[in-house]
């Protein structure tokens, strides 16, 4: 098969029928919660300090993106995209608390080495004894010991099978064409509403912030807190 701007295309009107099609088949109400409300949190923490601002911007930019891909018929590169925004988000939150590191990141451009796995594993990133760090010696509000950092690295595991093309993650098996299905945009919708509930979490264990309900009604749907 070789390319040219017609197949282009022809490609790009396939995929507004596609995205039409999905968009009248599903009901986005959720994921389009679950947008707002992650753009509510970035807003929260900006005015709380806007240094990890950028990372914010970039994570939203890229919600929209995966969004958009998915809504075309491009669920697999919809659910890759995930776990780049998990990476994301696991350095917003980190760099907050360590905001030298983050301005010699900034000043050296120093390479992104900080993995969900290394945070958790080297630096206890949201474990329970880390998010104690916040909470001044009472109890956090876990449904169990661990229970964010061990669904985190649980979710960026499942992400990284994805992205790494193992066998039962494929999507184009059968043949190449791309049309869309059900069943893959709602496997999409499924790891975006978990990214989106961990954002609320760890916002909720790191501020100690119940103000708004959105925000708790998206933390509610993997139940890793007490709520």
């Known amino acids: 098969m070789s390319f040219t701007k017609s197949t282009i295309k022809q490609l790009n009107i396939a995929a507004n029928k596609i995205n039409d099609k999905t968009i009248d088949d599903n009901d986005l109400t959720e994921i389009l919660e679950a947008l707002n ?51 994301l988000l696991c350095h917003a939150f980190y760099y907050f608390d360590h905001q030298i590191e983050l301005k010699l990141s900034i000043n050296e451009n120093l390479k992104a080495d900080k993995y969900v796995h290394t945070l958790v594993n080297d630096h206890l990133f949201y474990t329970t004894k880390y998010i104690k760090t916040f909470y001044e010696g009472i109890e956090t509000e876990e ?15 499942i992400l990284c099978d994805f992205v790494h093309g193992r066998n039962n993650t494929l999507t184009k098996q059968e043949n190449l064409k791309i049309e869309y299905s059900k069943s893959d945009f709602k496997a999409f919708e499924r790891r975006f509403l978990h990214v989106s509930s961990l954002i609320s979490n760890m916002y909720i264990l790191r501020f100690k912030d119940k103000s708004e309900s959105s925000i708790l009604k998206l933390a509610k749907k993997i139940n890793l807190l007490k709520l």
Request: hydrophobic content about 40%; cysteine-free.
């Open 143 to 157: 449904v169990k010991t661990d229970s964010v950092s061990i669904f985190l690295k649980s979710e960026y595991s």
């Open 37 to 87: 409300v992650v753009i509510e949190v970035a807003e929260r923490i900006s005015k709380k300090n806007n240094l990890t601002d950028f990372y914010w911007n970039e994570i939203i930019a890229e919600l929209l993106a995966v969004i958009h891909s998915s809504l075309s018929g491009y669920t697999k590169l919809g659910i890759t995209g995930l776990r780049n925004i998990l990476e």
